[in-house]
């Protein structure tokens, strides 16, 4: 019942590459956990009294974090920084391009 809630939190929300990497490392995170308890024996006390050994407690802290950190975007703020990325790639290699030629067709002549 749980997991479907969140499931349904996802799919009502966009899924961004912002929110698929709050989700996908607080699973990552709190699975590792929950598969080797050891990895938090170098964890200091107030931590790990924190923690206490759950692996629920491990996602909600990652997401919680992220969730700030990590600026906020919309899929359609991320469509618009990708095609401005092409663009910039795009002349860089229009501008590029000539002056390898200028200089092969240089290096030719001499």
Same mark, same amino acid.
């Given at each position: 019942?749980? #997991?479907?809630?969140?499931?349904?939190? /996802?799919?009502? $929300?966009? &899924?961004? +590459?912002?929110?698929?990497?709050?989700?996908?490392?607080?699973?990552?995170?709190?699975?590792?956990?929950? #598969?080797?308890?050891?990895?938090?024996? /170098?964890?200091? $006390?107030? &931590?790990? +009294?924190?923690?206490?050994?759950?692996?629920?407690?491990?996602?909600?802290?990652?997401?919680?974090?992220?969730?700030?950190?990590?600026?906020?975007?919309?899929?359609? $703020?991320?469509?618009?920084?990708?095609?401005?990325?092409?663009?910039?790639?795009?002349?860089?290699?229009?501008?590029?391009?000539?002056?390898?030629?200028?200089?092969?067709?240089?290096?030719?002549?001499?």
């Amino acid at each position: 019942m749980i #997991s479907l809630t969140g499931i349904q939190l /996802l799919i009502k $929300d966009e &899924l961004s +590459s912002r929110n698929m990497t709050i989700v996908g490392l607080s699973l990552a995170l709190s699975m590792g956990i929950s #598969s080797v308890p050891e990895a938090t024996a /170098l964890f200091p $006390d107030v &931590l790990k +009294s924190i923690i206490g050994g759950s692996p629920i407690v491990v996602a909600a802290f990652v997401a919680f974090t992220l969730n700030i950190i990590l600026p906020k975007m919309t899929l359609a $703020d991320e469509k618009k920084e990708r095609e401005a990325m092409e663009e910039e790639d795009r002349e860089e290699s229009e501008n590029d391009s000539p002056s390898i030629h200028r200089r092969t067709a240089a290096t030719s002549r001499a």
